[in-house]
Structure formats: C-alpha cells, structure tokens
C-alpha cells in the first residue's frame, strides 16, 4: 500500500521505465497520479524521468556503437 506521501524511491523507479515502454498497469498509474501531490514529490518525479529518459538515451547510443564496431564500420 502505498504511503500518503507517495510511492517509494523503487516504485517511482519502475514506475517511469514502465512509463517509458507504455506497460504501465492502471492499479499502478492510479497510484502515481493520486498519491503525493506535494511539490515535493512532484520535483522526485521530474528527477527521476530525466534520469531514467537520460539512462535510455546513453544505453541506445552505446547499442549502436556497439553495432557499428561489429559490423567492421
């Protein structure tokens, strides 16, 4: 259950790769959307969607270099 104050740390985390790959589940979109309505919260979210929006971009740039090399470019 979540707390009043919003979801965890690990909860947000998986919540914004879900978010990224549009698997989110409505039991855990209703969570993020009506738990931790605080400014605070808010910022958390905004963190963690860069980090995660920054982790995906990084990690696709080094599949195709990784692709390239292989295929001998």
Same mark, same amino acid.
């Given at each position: 259950?979540?707390? &009043?104050?919003?979801?965890?740390? /690990? ?9 990224? %790959?549009? $698997? ?14 605080? &400014?605070?919260?808010?910022?958390? /979210? ?9 982790? %995906?971009? $990084? ?15």
């Amino acid at each position: 259950m979540p707390s &009043p104050d919003g979801p965890s740390f /690990w909860q947000m985390l998986r919540s914004a790769f879900a978010a990224l %790959f549009g $698997v989110q589940s409505e039991q855990n979109r209703q969570r993020d959307f009506n738990t931790g309505q605080t &400014p605070g919260i808010r910022w958390q /979210w905004l963190l963690t969607g860069l980090v995660v929006t920054g982790a %995906f971009i $990084v990690f696709v740039m080094l599949m195709v270099q990784l692709a390239l090399s292989l295929a001998g470019a």
